[in-house]
């Protein structure tokens, strides 16, 4: 199999709840999304995604990505998408850095393998451990009755696990978070995630405020190293995020922060094979693991949904499907979760057909 062309599609995804805020006044209504497609001489076709929440909520942005992927098509015609490792060394042979354009091209590829295995991409992971899975739901920052009102209205449709934004007054994060813990049922799973919106002094006072609650701690400042700090007097369980990039951060992330815990986004890390790298050596670590992306539709939920479907069940948190919280349904709303949970789709590669019509063609190398 060879890859014959590159295709580069855009759309908007909008947030299906109104306004999505995160602390330091980072909100979205909607974001710009950008889907690759790799044509091949078979006539198989892969798909991956790559959706920036904004521009100040990690290193990258729509139209940075879509430079990389310019810069990149023409070394990816020619290539076996089927040969993973040689489409990774062709890419950072032509581009140092990129790596959320580089994701979403790795996703592609696996979408081939699969096709061309004729398995799902669960299988070419390990396997399936799980025909279903708990998923989370981000909560906006907002009051703390409101939060707590989203909370309760969501759980009645069957989500039991939460992902509170908080990470700016301390005080008031703290008022938040014991809303939400007041009004959820007590089996509920509730993360109170700064997304590194405090600094050390803000970070500790939550903490001080927060210390009798049944609640994770995600990613309190923006750095590890900060993290560790803030958290040094606290027993609160910490999860980590947008600082874990690489395997080595993820070992220091047990090690070094004592993190129970780490929430992998597949662009971030670089695709699926990275992820699954790094959710391997999380179940070595014995840490939970919970995956998602940043922001997307089908296509990274379907990604999404194959690395949770074979991560071992003692190991895993939860997982987002981000077609549940956006209108990104180019592939029909699949997959689609069922009162709280996700499922991976089974046909071959992702098991979802990508539809084209009223997507902007951004551009073409063949």
Request: glycine share 8%.
């Amino acid at each position: 199999m060879k890859i014959t062309a590159v295709d580069c599609f855009g759309y908007d995804l909008h947030y299906a709840h109104g306004e999505y805020v995160m602390s330091g006044n980072r909100a979205a209504t909607s974001e710009i999304g950008t889907l690759v497609r790799l044509r091949t001489d078979s006539g198989a076709e892969g798909w991956g995604e790559i959706t920036p929440l904004g521009n100040r909520y990690l290193p990258t942005h729509w139209a940075e990505v879509r430079a990389a992927l310019h810069t990149l098509a023409p070394a990816l015609i020619g290539l076996d998408p089927t040969n993973i490792s040689t489409v990774k060394r062709a890419m950072d042979a032509t581009l140092l850095g990129g790596t959320y354009a580089k994701a979403a091209v790795d996703v592609a590829c696996w979408d081939l393998l699969g096709q061309a295995c004729g398995q799902p991409v669960s299988v070419l992971l390990g396997g399936v451990l799980q025909n279903d899975f708990p998923l989370y739901e981000a909560v906006p920052l907002a009051s703390p009755e409101e939060m707590a009102a989203f909370v309760t209205a969501r759980e009645a449709a069957g989500i039991t696990r939460f992902q509170l934004k908080v990470g700016n007054d301390p005080l008031d994060d703290a008022a938040r978070t014991r809303a939400v813990v007041e009004a959820a049922a007590h089996d509920t799973l509730i993360v109170a995630d700064s997304n590194g919106g405090w600094n050390l002094r803000a970070a500790q006072i939550a903490l001080r405020e927060m210390a009798d609650l049944p609640v994770f701690i995600e990613q309190p400042c923006r750095e590890t190293r900060d993290c560790i700090f803030a958290m040094r007097h606290s027993a609160l369980p910490l999860v980590l995020d947008e600082s874990i990039v690489t395997p080595t951060d993820a070992f220091d992330a047990k090690f070094a922060a004592g993190a129970v815990s780490i929430n992998i986004k597949i662009s971030r890390v670089g695709g699926l094979t990275e992820a699954a790298r790094m959710r391997d050596l999380m179940q070595h670590l014995d840490m939970m693991v919970s995956m998602e992306d940043t922001w997307g539709g089908d296509v990274v939920s379907a990604a999404v949904s194959h690395l949770a479907a074979s991560t071992r069940p003692e190991n895993f948190q939860n997982a987002s499907f981000m077609n549940d919280r956006t209108d990104g349904h180019v592939a029909g709303y699949q997959p689609r979760s069922v009162a709280g949970r996700g499922s991976a789709p089974t046909a071959p590669g992702l098991g979802i057909t990508v539809i084209t019509d009223g997507l902007e063609r951004i551009f073409e190398v063949s």
